[in-house]
């Protein structure tokens, strides 16, 4: 009933990874300067390894007022985007505005689980200044909408000590600027400013990933299954960053009881990839084997 596509690995590792080290990595494009860096940055430049894509939020869960008077046009947000400002009066944004006393917030959902943060592309505000906002990850609405507290473990909090999901921050006017560093699939913008109106005209994910095929599959007469592999493979995929992590969230390190699953996985999945010779060379460094 079930099916693996995966095949088997050869008998000589060493061959296997040989050979798809020259299939695959050969003919990598090499990091090019502008000819204004000179030759002592050579050893200082480096290229990265993992690809940026940006990804628009597909529904918003809720906004703060019903009545569209406080939060406008919040749809816009779905639609896709360029990354660049614009102030024109042709261009519909997402407004946001405070009262002297209440906050207006909008939670978004990006449909899948990602690793990165969130670009917001402004389009002017009621304030020459920059104005306060409140930006938080979630994996989940709840983690959305809850607060951190970190120096304990509590029921109803999360913590955000090893990647920040609950930033309070100015951002411009008008312009582009990059928020966060994390796991998630949420994310709710509050603005602090009261008295204040700012203009939304993009709020896409930014998703941080390692570009290589699924070389293994997995068919079976039960789509749930189906749907736990992928899930399984797609979570090991998203671990795979510049080095291979237990987690995207936490703990983000190179942790060697993790590290024995998901080399299975991937070896499964994706056949040879470099994150998992340079992580356990990486693990030897930093935890040597003791003599005696």
């Given amino acids: ?23 695959f990595m050969e003919g990598a494009p090499q ?3 502008p ?9 200082t430049a480096q290229k990265d390894e993992l690809t940026r ?16 008077t406080m939060v406008k046009n919040s749809r816009v947000l779905l639609q896709p985007g360029n ?31 990602l690793h ?5 592309v402004m389009g002017g505000s009621s304030r020459r200044e920059p104005s306060l906002v409140r930006i938080r990850f979630g994996e989940s609405v709840g983690e959305a909408n809850s607060d951190t507290y970190n120096s304990d473990w509590l029921m109803g909090f999360s913590t955000d000590d090893h990647a920040k ?42 998703l941080r990933y390692r570009d290589i095929p699924y070389l293994g599959s997995f068919k079976s007469s039960d789509p749930r299954l189906d749907s736990i592999w ?12 510049e080095y291979l992590w237990d987690g995207i969230k936490r703990d983000r390190l190179v942790r060697l009881g993790d590290f024995h699953p998901e080399l299975k996985a991937i070896n499964s999945v994706f056949g040879y990839n470099e994150v998992v010779s340079k992580s356990l060379d990486l693990a030897c460094e930093q935890y040597p084997c003791r003599s005696g």
């Fill in 31 to 33: 990091t090019v300067l």
């Fill in 116 to 120: 990165g943060g969130l670009q917001l």
């Fill in 35 to 43: 000819p204004v860096f000179g030759p002592e940055y050579s050893g």
């Fill in 53 to 68: 894509v940006y990804i628009s939020p597909v529904r918003v869960i809720w906004s703060s007022d019903s009545t569209e």
């Fill in 1 to 23: 009933m079930h099916e693996g596509g995966h095949g088997t690995l050869p008998d000589d590792y060493d061959i296997f990874v040989t050979f798809m080290k020259q299939h």
């Fill in 230 to 241: 992928i899930t399984g493979a797609y979570t090991t995929h998203l671990n795979m960053q």
């Fill in 83 to 113: 990354s660049q400002s614009d102030m024109s009066r042709t261009t519909r944004f997402c407004s946001i505005t405070n009262s002297e006393s209440d906050t207006s917030s909008i939670l978004l959902d990006y449909g899948k689980e």
């Fill in 165 to 206: 999901r609950d930033i309070i921050m100015e951002i411009p006017r008008t312009g582009m600027i990059e928020i966060g560093n994390t796991g998630f699939r949420f994310v709710r913008i509050d603005l602090l400013q009261p008295g204040t109106t700012i203009n939304i005209k993009e709020a896409r994910a930014i």
